[in-house]
């Protein structure tokens, strides 16, 4: 049974199709995981009932989907580490240099996103550092069975996660929301492709520990 009254991250967890169903009405499901369907559509002036049919609509696929809110949380925990950490790690420095590559061949052009290399360069750092107390700090302890001991760093991933959701919204912001100029080249169609993607992928990560990880650890 879906509701309005539900949250975003409840929906997604329990229907995972319904994450694509956010992103294609720019709803924040990760870190505004907490807010109720209802209340998070009249902030942006939707109709929640339209929302709710589109879930519903695109549900018949998660037949197949793996529950990650029910299964046991080393399983999670490995799976954050091989579908999102290593990845992740790959696709910023590759993102950066496409970005630098960019900003050079179009250093005459005034739609160019300059100082993207630049951020990037910032969010790459920000991220290294949030994986590292992730893989080095948190996770032992969530793995060892002591994550009743992890209110602290729990506390310090979930502000961090806070600043990759806002470093998102800056690099929307420096792209033009990510619209691609008729006078692209395919290096420059690339980067916002994938920068799309990457901002599709730190979602569904930040989900899965915001509303799934992190409140299953702090229950026990």
């Known amino acids: 049974m879906k509701s309005t009254e539900q949250t975003l991250g409840d929906l997604v967890s329990a229907f995972p199709s319904a994450a694509k169903i956010f992103q294609r009405h720019r709803l924040d499901y990760c870190c505004g995981g907490k807010q109720s369907l209802g209340e998070a559509c009249a902030a942006e002036n939707i109709d929640p009932e339209v929302v709710l049919k589109d879930i519903e609509a695109a549900g018949v696929g998660d037949v197949d989907v793996a529950r990650w809110d029910q299964r046991p949380l080393d399983e999670l925990v490995q799976h954050i580490l091989d579908r999102y950490h290593a990845p992740l790690r790959a696709e910023l420095s590759r993102l950066i240099e496409l970005a630098d590559r960019v900003e050079r061949a179009h250093a005459d052009k005034p739609d160019r996103p300059e100082g993207l290399a630049e951020l990037l360069t910032e969010v790459r750092a920000a991220v290294e550092s949030h994986l590292a107390k992730e893989e080095q700090i948190l996770f032992p302890l969530i793995v060892s069975g002591r994550g009743h001991h992890a ?51 730190l979602m569904d990560h930040i989900h899965l520990e915001n509303n799934i990880l992190f409140p299953r650890v702090l229950a026990h």
Do not use: F
């Open 151 to 201: 209110h602290m760093p729990v506390q310090v991933m979930m502000q961090e996660h806070e600043d990759h959701g806002q470093n998102l919204g800056r690099i929307r912001k420096l792209t033009g929301d990510l619209t691609v100029p008729e006078h692209a080249c395919e290096s420059w169609r690339e980067l916002y492709r994938a920068l799309g993607e990457l901002e599709v992928e």
